[in-house]
């Protein structure tokens, strides 16, 4: 039986429609907004949900996830994935590419759209660039496009080959497809499993160079200018490559770019003690790639806040640190590490933090979303800015459990979320 919700007393926060104010917010049993505004009353039929204290505002929206579907659903299902979202307080994600088999052929998007028809939030696709992620033979663009996709990435497999890259950008930007990049020259890259510099130098394990980062963070751009694609860059974790992109944007590049919460609440000291949940990709750096993230989520040069939710079974991690694979779990402690770390000390509000996890996404992805409008479906997300909580990996809706956060304490954590009117 489907339910109408009335969300009482909530501070309103929906930058899209210029709104931040106490107001109460009517969903209807179609799973529409029906009404926002003072006072509002309701059938008896009508669930009320006391918002006092908390925020309101457009449902999350993660555009950096990784599914694991198809091919490694024992780290993470669509079910679980978008559970984890869920409790988190995102309404939507974007998965990327580097599954396996890759998502590199229209069936596959398919089959994920139709297992998420049911989900815990809406689920979005990016198509790989390439088949089998070879960075040898372009994808099917239109194919994919016409299944669904809301981009073509290349996550985890970034392309070497300029010629190809550009040829890959002239066909997103024909498509009208933003090309969502994983910015790094594997080359410099080589075997380096952390952050080339003092802990690296330590612990004796072998560093990744910043400059593999703001090489292919410079060389992307400038093919997005060439070609005119929409060009979005994931996962910043250097303060040259925020540079790059800030001077970038003032010669109007078609660029939006993201960081993750990881990069501003942890360095490459969470690798000490060969903590390999605390070996990531792009790695951890210093304290100075941090204090330039901050200045560049500050004065917008960095678009979006993401995740970069990637699973991993306990077998996986628990290895030697130069053997573990890359990634954290990130979808059930973003928003904490947001306000813990951004709006706490004052470096973003809430609207920003609205602006950055809800609206830009939307926009970059060109979803629904990312707006709280009378008429439009009702994805919703309530949270409490002030509730303070501590990690607890072993209570996580995803099936995976490699996080470093386990045992810290946040401030700000989601109480719910509403997916098309449907209460989660």
């Known amino acids: 039986m489907k339910t109408s919700y009335l969300l009482k007393n909530g501070r309103v926060i929906d930058p899209a429609n210029d709104q931040d104010g106490i107001a109460d917010v009517l969903i209807g049993v179609d799973g529409l907004i029906a009404q926002i505004g003072p006072n509002l009353t309701a059938g008896s039929e009508t669930t009320i949900v006391d918002c006092a204290g908390k925020v309101v505002c457009p449902g999350l929206i993660d555009m950096h996830v990784h599914l694991r579907v198809p091919g490694q659903e024992y780290k993470e299902d669509v079910a679980s994935g978008t559970a984890a979202a869920a409790n988190g307080g995102f309404t939507a994600i974007s ?11 229209a069936s596959i998007v398919k089959d994920i759209l139709a297992q998420a028809a049911t989900a815990s939030a809406r689920v979005h696709v990016v198509g790989a660039v390439s088949k089998g992620l070879q960075n040898t033979e372009l994808t099917e663009m239109a194919d994919l496009k ?14 070497g080959n300029s010629a190809f890259l550009r040829r890959a950008m002239e066909y997103c ?38 400059s593999a980062e703001n090489i292919g963070t410079a060389r992307n751009i400038l093919l997005a200018m060439t070609t005119g694609c929409r060009l ?73 806040i993401a995740t970069d939710h990637a699973p991993h079974a306990p077998h996986e ?30 470096v973003l509000t809430l609207t920003q933090l609205v602006e950055k996890m809800s609206v830009a996404p939307a926009k970059i992805l060109g979803v629904s979303g990312g707006r709280l409008t009378i008429g439009q479906p009702a994805d ?12 607890d990996i072993s209570v ?27 209460k989660i």
């Not at 998965?95 to 052929?105: E, Y």
């Not at 997300?381 to 002030?386: C, E, G, K, Q, Y």
């Open 95 to 105: 998965c990327q590419p580097n599954t396996s088999p890759p998502i590199d052929h």
């Open 146 to 159: 016409d299944a669904g996709i809301v981009g073509i990435g290349d996550d985890a497999y970034p392309v």
């Open 173 to 210: 930007s024909m498509l009208d497809l933003p090309y969502i990049a994983h910015c790094e020259d594997k080359d410099l890259t080589g075997d380096g499993v952390m952050n080339e510099g003092y802990v690296s130098t330590v612990l004796g394990l072998k560093g990744i160079p910043r």
């Open 232 to 304: 979005h860059i994931l996962h910043v974790s250097t303060k040259e490559s925020v540079e790059i992109i800030r001077h970038a944007k003032k010669f109007g590049a078609p660029i939006t770019a993201e960081t993750c919460p990881q990069y501003v609440a942890l360095t490459d000291e969470a690798c000490y003690d060969y903590n390999t949940n605390a070996k990531m990709s792009p790695p951890l750096r210093t304290k100075a790639d941090q204090e330039a993230i901050v200045e560049g989520l500050k004065d917008g040069t960095i678009d979006a």
């Open 317 to 346: 991690k628990e290895q030697e640190f130069a053997r573990a694979p890359f990634g954290m779990l990130g979808l059930e402690t973003s928003l904490g590490l947001v306000i813990t770390h951004l709006v706490k000390p004052g």
């Open 380 to 391: 919703v997300t309530v949270f409490d800015p002030d509730l303070e909580w501590t990690v």
């Open 396 to 422: 996580f809706k995803s099936k995976s459990r490699n996080s470093v956060l386990d045992g810290v304490s946040l401030t700000g954590k989601a109480i719910t979320t509403f997916v098309g009117g449907r």
